[in-house]
């Protein structure tokens, strides 16, 4: 950064020395205590030479510093880089404000000034109407004119021309110092000896006649009342000074010495002034301004509190000041940044603990808070505790009982507090070494005491009576004390005990009754039902069992020591983790084993409480006073929460998806996003600007197509996907703040992987047709081969068939035609009238038919040598054969184009027309029988007619004639065809069969078009 910028700071450094001692004594430790200051220093990448901040609507903090303009999310610092023919003049930036339309307007120590508006930036120089030299403020006016003060003078810009302000305004100064708009539109201008003002809608500047130099800023009370600060009388305000009132009200005389000066002034929502001081360094506040409003110099005994190097400022040199908006305070240094965050838990001065000490709370009904520490009992408020008694014995617990008596409990030591004094009671067990675990008071008066390694005691009417415990606690002692609503003592003990006495009736609970939260170190049995909480988490006890209590990160509900429930039914717990709050729907709910788990809230060192709760004596750990505020014993010290006042970050986080990562590259232009072939792992980017507490921001994201469900990512900006394969994809991502607010839009991108081109749908269809080609190739091929196999099978048995009709026709049927021929010879010698000769003649008959069966079979077996021919020609030799043998005239008719059949097919087509023509000539006794031949395109039909004297219907129903299994045969052949056989009697006489193939079960003259050898 130029030297030359720091002169101005260090000139004032003489004029307030004198008040540096005085300043250093006034600072106020619990005033600083109250925020959580938290800083990003050059070590951690912050950028040096902060003099400008800003925020806008989408919450992320920009940063003007002497090595150019920044962006932060809360997390991450990113430098903004113009794009190349829009980069900026300097780097050296001094002077920054967002408007209300989103546009950044950036100042320049070597003068100018650009603007940034939706990614683009445009510049503005002496060329276009600015002063020269270094701008130090923009402010806007109730126009909707942006004014600029600059060293070279004043500035309006119009929305599209910037103007040098001169006479024409009556304005008289070569210079503006500081530029600032009020509440009621008023502008203000500082130049250097002058205070002017210009009143809305006016174009003449007016002197105040307030006297100021050089440097001299200006801010707005939230009553009205101006505040100024220059090098002449430090910081002040000026009361009644107006527009219209132009002068100021009668006031103190500034100091000439000993004051604060301040570089920037600011007032936040809660009415507290905050500056940088010029000479001092470092950020002070003021917490209640309006008490020294009078119009004297701010000294340093005004102030409340300072934070410096000394504790946590990256620097004394801090210049800038903002109020986010959640809340938080920013100041810029030469070093780093720094953010304010009022803690939610409140800690009063004086009570840290040493680490050899703890400390003790007890609260009354009058809205005291007692707080043993040590030796000392104080009574504590809320900025500071009161010692009250000293020297005391070391105290490990307190207890405020019903009839107003403070006991406490030191090491070997139980007393009351009597006036300020200990007053001790003696124990009711004579040793030096005996330690008081737990107490608790009944409304009697009396007082029950757990003594380690000897038991329970009550104490009443001056004198101590031990407690039987049962056989199997006899010796245990007890960790934890309760009296309920009806005076019955609760007694909680290791290892999952509770233990419950109502005069003579005990009542031991353990894990049979459902209890699992470890060893017992807290009880409440103040409102309804009893809770008990220990190491392992908190149950409740109702209707005889316990039940465990459920909610978010089972993890962080460890270690109780500590249960406060309010009048609302609020629950309080204090644990190893921090402090938790349960609202009372969730609470209940989380009981219910449903597997529904209770949200909560969780206070620590975020929100300022200090350590953890305390895990031994003394307990409990956690107290309601009579103000509704909530008082908590770590192993730190003492804090306090106030649910009345508690603000809570309303505002959701915006969300940004900031790059994609592939490999080796990264895109940050995430529109329309197409990534490279063989892309199967990216990481995403991704953040949220919520800046109240950075380290609570929680997100979610989801990629559809590949998450069925949210993924809780917690705090990591980050979200990691392997494996992708080609295609379109679309990534969410929402997050919230630290007080559990939801932004229910988030942010999405879309993105597409390229396939390689074995991925593409085209080549998947190509594959797809190959295969169907493939398995047609194959399943041909595989008919062809059965085809093959069936025709070699097929002439092997024709060949049989030939040889046994043969053999059938040269052996069987000549041997019985020989026979035959001997018998007609022996019957025709013999007389017409012997009785023998009728026998013979029956035995001839008998033969013939045995001779005409014969035939008929050989005729078979050699009809298969015809199938190959011809169907017609087959069905033809068939009925001719039949008619020589049988007499009767028969027709074969044909329509269509005959068609080569598949030889198994046609084989059980000619036997089931064989047999329905058989049983026509030899049943049917017909005059004529008729075959037609219908060739079809899609099928073939067969029917077989004759005039006789037709087919019983008792035979057709049946499907067969007794004894005889013709029928059938033909049915179980059709059925193997999946043809149609239908049989039916014609009128007036004769019968029917008509069999219907389907032509792709006999049709295919590709595979069976050969022929037969032979």
Not at 174 to 201: E, H, I, N, P, S
Request: a neutral charge; one cysteine or more.
């Amino acid at each position: 950064m130029r030297s030359s910028k720091w002169n101005a700071l260090r000139n004032l450094l003489g004029v307030c020395l004198l008040g540096l001692c005085s300043y250093a004594g006034a600072q106020t430790s619990s005033s600083t205590e109250q925020f959580r200051l938290t800083s990003w220093t050059v070590e951690h990448t912050a950028p040096a030479d902060i003099w400008a901040l800003a925020q806008g609507d989408d919450g992320f903090l920009w940063l003007g510093t002497g090595t150019g303009l920044y962006r932060f999310d809360g997390v991450k610092f990113e430098r903004y880089e113009p794009a190349p023919d829009e980069g900026f003049r300097s780097m050296d930036i001094t002077a920054l404000s967002m408007r209300p339309d989103g546009s950044l307007w950036i100042g320049f120590f070597y003068g100018g000034a650009s603007v940034l508006k939706a990614g683009h930036v445009t510049h503005y120089t002496d060329r276009n109407g600015l002063p020269a030299g270094m701008v130090i403020a923009f402010a806007e006016a109730g126009d909707g004119s942006l004014w600029a003060a600059s060293r070279g003078g004043l500035a309006r810009f119009d929305g599209r021309h910037w103007q040098t302000i001169g006479s024409e305004w009556n304005y008289p100064a070569k210079r503006a110092d500081w530029v600032m708009t009020d509440r009621d539109g008023t502008l203000w201008v500082t130049t250097g000896d002058q205070l002017l003002f210009l009143r809305k809608g006016s174009r003449r500047f007016e002197n105040t006649g307030e006297r100021v130099n050089q440097d001299a800023i200006l801010t707005q009370a939230p009553d009205g009342t101006l505040w100024l600060s220059d090098g002449l009388h430090g910081t002040r305000a000026l009361p009644g000074l107006s527009a219209a009132h132009p002068s100021a009200d009668p006031k103190q005389a500034p100091a000439e010495t000993s004051f604060v000066q301040s570089k920037r002034l600011l007032f936040d929502r809660d009415g507290h002034l905050w500056g940088t001081d010029a000479a001092r360094g470092g950020v002070y506040r003021v917490s209640s301004p309006s008490r020294r409003a009078d119009g004297r110099s701010l000294q340093p005994a005004d102030i409340d509190g300072v934070f410096n190097r000394g504790n946590g400022l990256p620097s004394d040199v801090a210049v800038p000041l903002l109020e986010g908006r959640e809340g938080n305070l920013w100041a810029g240094t030469n070093l780093g940044l720094s953010s304010f965050h009022l803690n939610k838990v409140q800690v009063p001065a004086n009570t840290k603990v040493g680490p050899a000490t703890n400390s003790a709370l007890a609260a009354s009904d009058l809205g005291e808070v007692w707080m043993a520490n040590g030796g000392s009992l104080l009574r504590a408020a809320a900025q500071n505790a009161e010692v009250v008694s000293q020297g005391l014995p070391d105290i490990g617990a307190a207890l405020y009982a019903p009839d107003k008596t403070l006991w406490v409990v030191g090491y070997n030591s139980l007393g009351r507090m009597v006036s300020g004094r200990f007053v001790p009671l003696e124990l009711p067990v004579a040793s030096k070494h005996v330690i008081v675990q737990a107490i608790a008071s009944d409304r009697q008066g009396g007082l029950w005491a757990s003594l380690a390694n000897n038991g329970l005691y009550h104490w009443q009417q001056n004198r101590w009576t031990r407690i039987d415990q049962g056989s199997e606690l006899d010796a245990m002692t007890p960790t934890a004390l309760a009296l309920d609503a009806s005076g019955r003592l609760w007694a909680g003990y290791p290892d999952n005990r509770v233990l419950s006495i109502d005069g003579a009736t005990r009542q031991l609970f353990g894990p049979a009754q459902g209890l699992h939260v470890g060893n017992i170190a807290t009880i409440d049995a103040h409102a309804g039902d009893l809770l008990v909480g220990g190491d392992g988490g908190l149950a409740r006890l109702r209707e005889g069992r316990f039940e465990s209590l459920a909610i978010d990160e089972p993890q962080v509900l460890t270690g109780v020591s500590g249960i406060v429930r309010t009048d609302k039914g609020d629950v309080w717990i204090n644990g190893s983790r921090g402090v938790l709050h349960i609202n009372p729907d969730a609470f209940h709910k989380g009981f219910d084993g449903s597997g529904y788990r209770a949200p909560y809230e969780l206070f620590d060192y975020h929100d300022g409480l200090p350590g953890i709760a305390l895990q031994a004596s003394p307990v409990p750990t956690a107290i309601l006073d009579a103000l509704g505020r909530i008082w908590f014993n770590t192993n730190q010290g003492v804090a306090w929460i106030d649910p009345a006042s508690l603000h809570r970050n309303a505002i959701a986080p915006s969300v940004f998806i900031q790059g994609l990562s592939a490999g080796d590259q990264r895109y940050t232009d995430l529109q329309s996003l197409h990534l490279p072939q063989r892309t199967s792992n990216v990481r995403l980017d991704y953040t949220a600007t919520s800046l109240a507490i950075p380290d609570r921001v929680r997100f979610r994201y989801k990629l559809d197509g590949v998450d069925e469900q949210w993924q809780d990512s917690g705090t990591r900006r980050e979200a990691f996907y392997s494996n992708l394969g080609p295609g379109k994809y679309q990534f969410h991502v929402t997050a919230a703040n630290d007080d559990g607010v939801w932004n229910d839009q988030g942010a999405s991108i879309d993105f597409s992987i390229a396939p390689q081109f074995y991925q593409t749908s085209w080549f998947r269809l190509l594959c797809a047709a190959a295969g169907l080609l493939l398995v047609a190739a194959l399943y041909l091929w595989w008919l062809r081969l059965m085809s093959e196999r069936l025709h070699l099978r097929l002439e092997e048995r024709t060949r049989e068939r030939e040889r046994i009709a043969r053999e059938l026709h040269d052996t069987l049927l000549q041997g019985v035609q020989g026979l035959l021929l001997r018998l007609q010879a022996l019957a025709a010698g013999l007389p017409a009238d012997d009785h023998r000769r009728g026998t013979l003649d029956a035995a001839i008959e008998q033969a013939r038919d045995m001779l005409v069966e014969g035939r008929d079979k050989i005729v078979a077996l050699r009809g298969a040598d015809q199938v190959r021919g011809q169907l017609t020609q087959s069905i033809r030799a068939i009925g001719e054969e039949l008619a020589s043998t049988y007499g009767i005239p028969f027709r074969v008719t044909m329509t269509g184009t005959e068609k080569p059949l598949c030889p198994p097919a046609c084989d059980e087509v000619v036997e089931i027309v064989r047999e329905a023509m058989r049983n026509a000539f030899i049943h049917a006794n017909a005059k004529l029988i008729e075959i037609d031949i219908s060739y079809q395109p899609q099928s073939l039909r067969i029917a077989v007619r004759d005039d006789g004297r037709g087919i019983q219907t008792s035979t057709i129903r049946q499907g067969r004639r007794d004894g005889h299994w013709g029928l059938v045969g033909m049915h179980e052949r059709a059925e193997k065809l999946g043809a149609t056989l239908t049989i039916r009697r014609r009128e007036p006489s004769g019968t029917d069969v008509v069999l219907a193939i389907p032509g792709h079960v006999v049709f295919n003259p590709r595979l069976f078009g050969r022929r037969p050898a032979g």
